[in-house]
């Protein structure tokens, strides 16, 4: 779903999200304050070698959300998936869901770790607040996602053009099928008419 396109990571640690996330084809830009250590930059780098993604990852030293904003703001920089699993007390998911939503993409979608932290939930319930649709999973550390109402809207659009395409292709057959009695009777009106002034005469 996300094969190709740019996704954004806040929180790596040791890398082992961002190396499934960019074996799914992910080209992802990940920030963490970790990364400004030269021995966890190094391991986080290797890891990604060793799972040959390193070419897809591009690794960021430094905080959400500043530095997601600069990042956005820089390289005018929009993701089509977001994985939020920063720091998990609060306020901090609900800074860092406020910094990611103008960066997201129309269809995109955030995903929240760790839910079981109150801190967390706060990202997620802030998105549903601001209309974007919402689910949870019950994973072991319970995990949200969230992706614009747009695609209900989207959905409503094509089901109005599915049900716009069987009206006119119901009207059409109904007209082929009017056609043949309705034109049959009048021409038999006609013919009626023609008759009864031809005996008048
Ligand atoms: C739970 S770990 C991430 C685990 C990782 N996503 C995984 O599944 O393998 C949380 C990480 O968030 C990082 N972190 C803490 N505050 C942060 C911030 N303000 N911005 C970005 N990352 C932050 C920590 O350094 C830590 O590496």
Same mark, same amino acid.
């Given at each position: 779903m996300f094969k190709g396109k740019r996704g954004l990571e806040? +929180?790596?640690?040791? +890398?082992w999200s961002a190396c499934h996330v960019a074996l799914a084809g992910v080209e992802l830009d990940v920030i963490d304050p970790i990364l400004e250590q030269p021995e966890s930059f190094q391991s986080v780098r290797d890891s990604l070698k060793r799972a040959g993604v390193l070419s897809s990852v591009r690794l960021i030293p430094g905080y959400s959300p500043g530095k997601v904003e600069e990042l956005a703001e820089q390289e005018q920089r929009r993701w089509a998936f977001i994985f939020i699993d920063g720091d998990h007390e609060s306020p901090h998911p609900l800074n860092d869901a406020k910094a990611c939503e103008p960066f997201a993409e129309d269809d995109a979608l955030i995903l929240f770790h760790d839910l079981v932290s109150p801190g967390v939930a706060e990202g997620l319930e802030y998105l549903k607040r601001k209309g974007w649709n919402v689910m949870i999973y019950h994973t072991m550390q319970i995990m949200g996602v969230a992706w614009r109402a747009m695609l209900n809207l989207l959905s409503i659009i094509q089901i109005l053009v599915f049900f716009g395409r069987f009206l006119l292709i119901y009207a059409i057959f109904a007209e082929i099928w009017a056609e043949k009695p309705l034109r049959s009777i009048s021409k038999l009106k006609l013919l009626q008419k023609v008759h009864k002034q031809n005996s008048i005469g």
């Amino acid at each position: 779903m996300f094969k190709g396109k740019r996704g954004l990571e806040v +929180g790596c640690w040791m +890398g082992w999200s961002a190396c499934h996330v960019a074996l799914a084809g992910v080209e992802l830009d990940v920030i963490d304050p970790i990364l400004e250590q030269p021995e966890s930059f190094q391991s986080v780098r290797d890891s990604l070698k060793r799972a040959g993604v390193l070419s897809s990852v591009r690794l960021i030293p430094g905080y959400s959300p500043g530095k997601v904003e600069e990042l956005a703001e820089q390289e005018q920089r929009r993701w089509a998936f977001i994985f939020i699993d920063g720091d998990h007390e609060s306020p901090h998911p609900l800074n860092d869901a406020k910094a990611c939503e103008p960066f997201a993409e129309d269809d995109a979608l955030i995903l929240f770790h760790d839910l079981v932290s109150p801190g967390v939930a706060e990202g997620l319930e802030y998105l549903k607040r601001k209309g974007w649709n919402v689910m949870i999973y019950h994973t072991m550390q319970i995990m949200g996602v969230a992706w614009r109402a747009m695609l209900n809207l989207l959905s409503i659009i094509q089901i109005l053009v599915f049900f716009g395409r069987f009206l006119l292709i119901y009207a059409i057959f109904a007209e082929i099928w009017a056609e043949k009695p309705l034109r049959s009777i009048s021409k038999l009106k006609l013919l009626q008419k023609v008759h009864k002034q031809n005996s008048i005469g």
